[in-house]
């Protein structure tokens, strides 16, 4: 009798993000071409917005962008023990006592204040080096980073440092996304102001950025010298409804299977809390995903599922690693194939049926 070992990919569990790295390189081109003599900064925070931190890093470096962004020092030194030697401008709030290990690998600091410049520039000179840092401007948003109108003291202070390289200065908008782009003005004139201030004042090649995902599509005199691009680099619109110039491919993809099949009679209440009951006898399938997975529980009694060249609703409560689809009087069969994210269902699709943005969904 022949016995037949099972191939790898029949012993992985049926449901899997499938992350196409090549689309993120493409969509990275086609940024590129469309800022013109800008420079683009990847942003691979949060797990490349749930794309994988490292190999999109170790991807995008053949590349050679300029800077990643990250969000926080652990982030940044993940890519460094991964052997990425990219510029990383690390965004986030540090720790003082985190700075050294900030300049020690070679890391971009965010200054957002005049303690929090002061605090690098003593580091630094207790290590002997030069430590690299964007000066932050809160033009707007009301997060992190010295007000607009108090920006000249920051300026100053950093002008007199004496281990210090300053070589950009950022802000971040409000409103990118929305379809009135007043505010917006409003902040880049703010900051535009500060840029003409501090241009002279530091290396020719100080790098002003302000540009996130929505700015970068839709304003382009944003652009300045550089731009950050988030979710439009994962092929992911910051709003569904954005007009924007460019053939982005989405990258990720969340597929799963049938594992079970039943028949559900009339009336008879389906999963946590009794919430859905059919009108008459009906097929309802389980699929192998739940909030554990991400597929958030708001999601129960709203959400689609795509089974062979059809939607299906998801009913009743959404358990933690398990939920049920009612296909009706189809025929759908263990193993068939169940897309939950992909080229039927994107990303503000999912986000809608779970009042959220395709941000927290990806």
């Not at 607009?148 to 002008?159: G, I, K, T």
């Not at 009135?180 to 002279?200: G, K």
């Not at 958030?296 to 009743?316: D, T």
């Not at 194939?337 to 269902?345: D, F, S, W």
């Amino acid at each position: 009798m022949t016995h037949l070992e099972p191939r790898p990919e029949d012993l992985t569990r049926s449901t899997q993000v499938h992350v196409d790295l090549d689309a993120i390189s493409h969509n990275y081109r086609q940024i590129c071409s469309h800022v013109g003599s800008a420079k683009v900064m990847p942003v691979i925070k949060a797990d490349a917005y749930g794309h994988g931190l490292v190999q999109v890093a170790r991807h995008l470096s053949h590349l050679a962008p300029p800077y990643f962004g990250v969000a926080t020092f652990e982030e940044a030194l993940t890519l460094r023990d991964a052997g990425v030697t990219t510029e990383i401008l690390v965004f986030g709030g540090m720790d003082d006592r985190q700075i050294p290990l900030y300049i020690e690998n070679q890391l971009t600091l965010t200054a957002s204040s005049v303690s929090k410049f002061r605090a690098i520039d003593s580091a630094a000179e207790v290590l002997g080096v030069q430590a690299k840092v964007h000066l932050k401007i809160d033009t707007g948003m009301e997060r992190v980073g010295v007000h607009h109108y108090n920006a000249d003291q920051l300026l100053q202070v950093a002008v007199d440092g004496k281990s210090v390289a300053v070589t950009g200065i950022y802000t971040h908008f409000a409103t990118a996304d929305d379809g009135d782009q007043a505010f917006m003005l409003l902040q880049l004139q703010r900051f535009e102001q500060i840029c003409n201030t501090a241009r002279p004042l530091f290396s020719a090649t100080l790098l002003c950025h302000a540009a996130n995902s929505a700015a970068t599509l839709t304003l382009p005199a944003s652009h300045m010298d550089m731009v950050r691009v988030g979710i439009a680099l994962y092929g992911v619109l910051p709003k569904f409804d954005l007009q924007q110039p460019l053939t982005l491919h989405p990258a990720l993809s969340w597929q799963s299977k049938v594992v079970y099949f039943k028949v559900v009679r009339a009336g008879d209440a389906v999963s946590y809390g009794c919430s859905w009951r059919p009108e008459q006898d009906t097929r309802v399938v389980t699929v192998p995903v739940g909030y554990a997975d991400g597929y958030a529980r708001a999601l129960s009694n709203r959400a689609q599922v795509f089974i062979n060249s059809k939607h299906y609703p998801v009913v009743g409560a959404i358990c933690m690693d398990q939920l049920m689809v009612d296909i009706g009087q189809d025929s759908v069969f263990n193993g068939d194939k169940v897309e939950l994210i992909g080229a039927h269902i994107d990303a503000h699709q999912l986000a809608q049926w779970r009042a959220t943005i395709a941000y927290e969904v990806i």
